[in-house]
């Protein structure tokens, strides 16, 4: 097995990989107590979906223990 850049193994042959960017700019959030900010859209998307499946299992398991107690 060969590899090309040997510099970057360690003793054990495990590839090293070193994440360095010079132009990594972050943009840093601070959030206070009591302030409103903007949640972001997917956040009510995914509320949503999780009511929608609770909703959807809830009816599942009536449906299926109505049909149960029918067979009887």
């Known amino acids: 097995m060969e ?11 495990y590839t090293q990989l ?23 859209p997917w956040r009510l998307i995914a509320v949503i979906l999780g009511i929608l499946c609770l909703v959807i299992l809830v009816t599942a398991v009536v449906l299926g223990t109505t049909a149960a107690e029918f067979r009887r």
């Open 18 to 40: 070193r994440f360095n960017s010079r132009n990594n700019t972050r943009i840093s959030v601070v959030s206070e107590k009591g302030s409103c900010a903007a949640s972001p």
């Open 3 to 13: 590899y090309p850049d040997l510099e970057n193994l360690d003793e054990d042959g």
